[in-house]
T-cell receptor, first 112, second 115 residues
């Protein structure tokens, strides 16, 4: 039972480079989310997808784009990485709104 | 002011102690309340889920919600070293509006239970 799988687990980027963080869930959940976690800031929502074919901005969307490729996959893209985007990124999914989330194990991203 | 406030701790207790973790919130539209546990270098995992005022018990864990005071708590009885983790409260509004379905998290409280 894989749950939510995130790749890669670790990544170091140079300022200005781009990359895509991948997320896939095998629980047939409708809703998927991307959060970032920073010390003292807790978990902050970047983007979410309430259902396949829809995406919406969260609390801190600037500098990111997302794609809900299908019901299973939800990717997060950094077009031009900045040191302020150094963080741990978590993908999560839920069966429907207001249900508990299942989180992936995170991607630790460092921008130098 | 943040919608959800949680004392980040750290909190250190001896094995067997009763632990109390708390969150306050300002948005009276919050109706669903959850507690997550996050071990070091892992993703958060759902511990408890409730949508009503009062207490909900699950083994050594009790979640308490007081909507009139906008205050939620998680109690851990007979704490164990394996309970050492960061505990995050989370909440969401009920249907309606533009923010329903999305969780708002507290900062998390770091708990250490020492033998």
């Amino acid at each position: 039972n894989a749950g939510v799988t995130q790749t890669p687990k670790f990544q170091v980027l140079k300022t200005g480079q781009s990359m895509t963080l991948q997320c896939a869930q095998d629980m047939n959940h409708n809703s998927m989310y991307w959060y970032r976690q920073d010390p003292g800031m807790g978990l902050r929502l970047i983007y979410y997808s309430a259902s396949e074919g829809t995406t919406d901005k969260g609390e801190v969307p600037n500098g990111y784009n997302v794609s809900r490729l299908n019901k299973r996959e939800f990717s997060l893209r950094l077009e031009s990485a900045a040191p302020s985007q150094t963080s741990v990124y978590f993908c999560a999914s839920s069966e429907r709104e207001n249900y508990g989330y299942t989180f992936g194990s995170g991607t630790r991203l460092t921008i130098v | 002011q943040k919608e959800v406030e949680q004392d980040p701790g750290p909190l250190s207790v001896p094995e067997g102690a009763i632990v109390s973790l708390n969150c306050t919130y300002s948005n009276s539209a919050f109706q669903y309340f959850m507690w997550y546990r996050q071990y070091s270098r892992k993703g958060p995992e759902l511990l408890m889920y409730t949508y009503s005022s009062g207490n909900k018990e699950d083994g050594r864990f009790t979640a308490q919600v007081d909507k009139s005071s906008k205050y939620i708590s998680l109690f851990i009885r007979d704490s164990q070293p394996s309970d050492s983790a960061t505990y995050l409260c989370a909440m969401s509004v009920i249907f309606g509006g533009t923010s329903y379905g999305k969780l708002t998290f507290g900062q998390g409280t770091i708990l250490t239970v020492h033998p």
